[in-house]
């Protein structure tokens, strides 16, 4: 094999009070696509920001084309020959194709740009890449997809011999993904090497030569896409390996009638449609990786999120869910895997988040009194144990498990009959988890219906009643009863030829 | 909380002690006629409008929105009553319908940010902008002049105290109690901190957005009727001038973060007065004309500098 163009050697970086990477190294060859995989917080992005010197290491070595560098951003890192596309495009929408090509770099004659010669030059690049538009046109007459694939040209506009897409198709449909794959394959038979960043799996076998995985900040391992099944994949990315079982101490309770139903429920561009019923007194584990779609399910069926298809009947009768409101109404909680964007309201008491749900049932008129308020809050702070056992602490001060069970307690004093948890176990230390686990198995046994969102197979397989698995924003299968095991979830999960392993092995 | 107010309330306390010294006689008070007397009267009297609107403008801030028509909106107050009067009404009722267009002005600008999502800062500049105008229709571009004993009393009558100043501590007390006692407080700082997390949890930002705005319109409507009451009559076109900018200014400088979130109903009292007691000082110590908006600017800045470590201390004690 050629010599590598990207060598990272041994590379940590730490960020206040935590190691976002640990020892890893990382090669890319030229003219190879290299996939990086790994969970929400594994060290894609961080490691992507240490090759382009936007994070600095706390050790390790970056070689570049042979000599040992250290860019400054990624401004240098784009000059030395190393271009960055990220999900969002980060152009100019206002201004045509050919000056955001060629921005900051514009070709000038007597000191003016000469749009002439601009035009041109771009409608070399895009010819390249195999893109027919017209470099004048505005780049926002462009769907987002051409847009896209304008950002792609012009970062190789700057003969860049490392191209890193970073979630490029996220936004994408089918055809545009194949469109981009396209340009991916002109590009890497040139001898660029592209470092491709995403979460559906399909596309990684599709496009990628080898696989490199990160788990928790550290290295899983680097394989040859061809040799390394689906299910060796997903194991490595979620740290299981196959036919390892903890014993699943399952709870026994017969649930009861219907309480949500959906019927074709679905959302353009972020979940197909799916039907879903759940009874009273059980818990419905949703699993799948990130991006599968199974956050999606849980923001329609809670109406965060407008379907455009299906209906949901709550005890057998239509409800039309216009936003969190209408779905409160009927005795849904949700409560969002994202604690500090969509949870806590962080300067605010422990005392207020607590009651704020059922306050802002209550409207603006009829305050909880304090002396419901505060036997709430006692009550729920002994019952989750919430430390410290103060309402008055600001809630952005707590430890974010802490943070977890006052959001749960949120939504318990409102007593709903179906809660749906999305990620409520996410980096919460390990007895609080546990706590959160038994909490949700006690209140089904009192009832209550569970959806339980969570990237961790054994949570799900353990807690839930039944599993409903997400694969590429569809959902896939839903498996009953007892007989569930984490490598039944982990097969279906990695899909394709996964399955047929699975069964084989 | 203590700590927030330490320095506006320094800030306050200096300028106080500046005129003293400039002005041995500052702090003396006088009884006549039943009616209190001295230059601190005078701030607060003076005061009186610009710390009403700032009460509005703090709840509107804390649901991280800003209104800048209220300056317009005091205008229009003044001439509807005053064209009311002049043209042969009772002065309550011409308060009165003051009042409930201001109101509808409120709805309007909450109906802009709130249903229609514009940036309130763009959605409350249009009125700021056309309310001189509509201000300008009603007094038929005239100074509109009124002789009313009545009217005059809101502005510049005396119950030992001056009457407008009265009727902002009463607002103030009504808002305190009002934002206390019911959630109504509760809720504007929940979508003020953040209002994503508000709205899942079922919180009607609408409304609560909504009622800031109307709310805030009709303290400028009151600010307005003193305004022009002081002196009797109705200019469109100066009326409530620039007020916007008082009130903002002390709105921050008591305290209160433009980001929305938390605010300080104590703060703005205090940011009002130093606002206004800035204004007296200029006179006092007899800074010319020509630089005293750039000597207000000056104070301005060294307090908001003065608290800003403050707050950035406050900040990093609390992990993101």
């Given at each position: 094999m050629t010599e590598p163009v990207v060598d990272m050697r041994g590379i940590s970086v730490e960020f206040p009070g935590v190691k976002a990477l640990q020892e890893v190294d990382f090669r890319l060859f030229p003219g190879e696509v290299h996939a990086l995989m790994g969970e929400n917080g594994a060290g894609k992005s961080t490691l992507i920001k240490a090759l382009t010197g936007v994070h600095p290491l706390a050790a390790g070595e970056v070689r570049y084309a042979g000599g040992s560098v250290s860019f400054g951003g990624p401004a240098e890192a784009q000059a030395a020959g190393i271009s960055t596309v990220y999900q969002e495009v980060n152009l100019c929408s206002n201004l045509t194709v050919a000056e955001n090509i060629l921005l900051g770099r514009e070709p000038r004659k007597f000191g003016r740009i000469d749009g002439k010669t601009m035009r041109a030059r771009a409608a070399e690049m895009l010819a390249r890449i195999g893109l027919h538009i017209d470099p004048g046109s505005v780049l926002e007459s462009h769907p987002i997809a051409v847009q896209q694939l304008v950002a792609i040209a012009r970062a190789v506009a700057v003969d860049a011999r490392v191209l890193v897409l970073d979630e490029p198709t996220s936004s994408l449909d089918v055809d545009e993904v194949a469109e981009l794959f396209r340009i991916i394959r002109v590009l890497r038979d040139e001898g660029v090497a592209v470092?491709?960043?995403?979460?559906?799996?399909?596309?990684?076998?599709?496009?990628?030569?080898?696989?490199?995985?990160?788990?928790?900040?550290?290295?899983?391992?680097?394989?040859?896409?061809?040799?390394?099944?689906?299910?060796?994949?997903?194991?490595?990315?979620?740290?299981?390996?196959?036919?390892?079982?903890?014993?699943?101490?399952?709870?026994?309770?017969?649930?009861?009638?219907?309480?949500?139903?959906?019927?074709?429920?679905?959302?353009?561009?972020?979940?197909?449609?799916?039907?879903?019923?759940?009874?009273?007194?059980?818990?419905v584990g949703l699993a799948g990786l990130l991006g599968s779609g199974r956050t999606e399910v849980a923001r329609l069926l809670f109406g965060a999120d407008k379907a455009d298809s299906g209906r949901v009947l709550v005890d057998g009768k239509p409800v039309h869910l216009r936003g969190p409101r209408s779905a409160i109404e009927v005795g849904i909680a949700f409560s969002s895997e994202d604690r500090k964007a969509e949870g806590v309201v962080a300067d605010l008491s422990v005392r207020d988040n607590l009651i704020l749900a059922m306050q802002a049932a209550?409207?603006?008129?009829?305050?909880?009194?304090?002396?419901?308020?505060?036997?709430?809050?006692?009550?729920?702070?002994?019952?989750?144990?919430?430390?410290?056992?103060?309402?008055?602490?600001?809630?952005?001060?707590?430890?974010?498990?802490?943070?977890?069970?006052?959001?749960?307690?949120?939504?318990?004093?409102?007593?709903?009959?179906?809660?749906?948890?999305?990620?409520?176990?996410?980096?919460?230390?390990?007895?609080?988890?546990?706590?959160?686990?038994?909490?949700?198995?006690?209140?089904?046994?009192?009832?209550?219906?569970?959806?339980?969102?969570?990237?961790?197979?054994?949570?799900?397989?353990?807690?839930?009643?039944?599993?409903?698995?997400?694969?590429?924003?569809?959902?896939?299968?839903?498996?009953?009863?007892?007989?569930?095991?984490?490598?039944?979830?982990?097969?279906?999960?990695?899909?394709?030829?996964?399955?047929?392993?699975?069964?084989?092995? | 909380?203590?700590?927030?107010?330490?320095?506006?309330?320094?800030?306050?306390?200096?300028?106080?002690?500046?005129?003293?010294?400039?002005?041995?006689?500052?702090?003396?008070?006088?009884?006549?006629?039943?009616?209190?007397?001295?230059?601190?009267?005078?701030?607060?009297?003076?005061?009186?409008?610009?710390?009403?609107?700032?009460?509005?403008?703090?709840?509107?801030?804390?649901?991280?929105?800003?209104?800048?028509?209220?300056?317009?909106?005091?205008?229009?107050?003044?001439?509807?009553?005053?064209?009311?009067?002049?043209?042969?009404?009772?002065?309550?009722?011409?308060?009165?319908?003051?009042?409930?267009?201001?109101?509808?002005?409120?709805?309007?600008?909450?109906?802009?940010?709130?249903?229609?999502?514009?940036?309130?800062?763009?959605?409350?500049?249009?009125?700021?902008?056309?309310?001189?105008?509509?201000?300008?229709?009603?007094?038929?571009?005239?100074?509109?002049?009124?002789?009313?004993?009545?009217?005059?009393?809101?502005?510049?009558?005396?119950?030992?105290?001056?009457?407008?100043?009265?009727?902002?501590?009463?607002?103030?007390?009504?808002?305190?109690?009002?934002?206390?006692?019911?959630?109504?407080?509760l809720l504007i700082e929940s979508v003020g901190v953040n209002p994503a997390a508000s709205r899942l949890a079922g919180v009607?930002?609408?409304?609560?957005?909504?009622?800031?705005?109307?709310?805030?319109?009709?303290?400028?409507?009151?600010?307005?009727?003193?305004?022009?009451?002081?002196?009797?009559?109705a200019d469109a076109n100066n009326a409530g001038l620039w007020i916007e900018m008082d009130a903002i200014l002390a709105v921050v400088i008591g305290g209160t973060s433009l980001a929305g979130g938390k605010y300080s109903l104590t703060g703005t009292l205090l940011g009002a007065l130093i606002i206004q007691t800035l204004t007296t000082t200029v006179y006092t110590i007899g800074i010319a004309p020509e630089i005293t908006l750039v000597f207000k600017a000056v104070v301005v800045i060294a307090v908001c500098l003065m608290q800003a470590p403050i707050r950035i201390r406050v900040r990093q004690g609390v992990p993101a």
């Open positions: 470092l491709f960043v995403t979460h559906f799996l399909e596309q990684v076998y599709e496009i990628s030569d080898r696989i490199t995985v990160l788990r928790n900040g550290r290295l899983v391992g680097e394989h040859a896409t061809a040799t390394f099944s689906r299910i060796d994949l997903v194991s490595a990315m979620l740290g299981r390996e196959m036919g390892v079982l903890e014993e699943i101490e399952r709870r026994t309770g017969t649930p009861g009638d219907p309480l949500l139903v959906a019927e074709g429920l679905g959302r353009k561009g972020s979940v197909a449609p799916f039907d879903l019923e759940i009874r009273s007194g059980e818990v209550r409207g603006w008129l009829r305050p909880v009194p304090r002396k419901l308020a505060d036997e709430l809050v006692a009550k729920y702070m002994e019952m989750l144990d919430i430390r410290p056992a103060n309402p008055d602490a600001v809630v952005g001060t707590l430890s974010g498990g802490n943070q977890q069970k006052v959001l749960l307690a949120r939504w318990l004093v409102t007593e709903p009959r179906l809660l749906i948890l999305d990620e409520p176990t996410r980096g919460i230390d390990v007895g609080a988890k546990a706590q959160i686990q038994k909490l949700v198995a006690d209140l089904a046994a009192e009832g209550m219906a569970v959806v339980f969102i969570s990237a961790e197979l054994e949570e799900v397989v353990r807690i839930a009643d039944r599993v409903v698995v997400m694969r590429d924003r569809q959902k896939v299968a839903e498996l009953d009863g007892g007989a569930v095991g984490v490598d039944d979830v982990m097969a279906l999960i990695a899909g394709g030829g996964g399955v047929e392993k699975a069964v084989a092995s | 909380m203590k700590n927030r107010l330490l320095w506006p309330v320094l800030a306050l306390v200096a300028l106080l002690v500046l005129n003293v010294v400039v002005t041995p006689s500052f702090f003396s008070l006088r009884l006549q006629d039943g009616h209190l007397y001295g230059s601190l009267i005078d701030i607060l009297r003076n005061g009186a409008p610009t710390l009403l609107i700032a009460l509005g403008m703090t709840l509107v801030i804390a649901t991280r929105g800003i209104d800048l028509s209220v300056g317009a909106v005091a205008a229009i107050a003044g001439a509807v009553t005053c064209t009311y009067i002049a043209s042969g009404g009772d002065p309550w009722i011409g308060m009165g319908l003051a009042l409930l267009l201001c109101a509808a002005l409120g709805l309007w600008n909450g109906f802009l940010v709130s249903v229609l999502g514009i940036q309130p800062i763009i959605a409350t500049l249009v009125l700021m902008t056309a309310g001189r105008g509509i201000a300008m229709l009603i007094t038929e571009g005239q100074i509109v002049t009124v002789d009313s004993p009545t009217y005059r009393e809101v502005g510049a009558g005396f119950l030992v105290l001056p009457i407008a100043i009265l009727i902002s501590l009463a607002v103030l007390g009504l808002v305190a109690l009002v934002t206390r006692k019911t959630a109504l407080g009607k930002a609408r409304t609560i957005i909504w009622t800031v705005y109307v709310f805030a319109a009709l303290c400028a409507a009151v600010a307005g009727l003193m305004i022009s009451s002081n002196v009797s009559a």
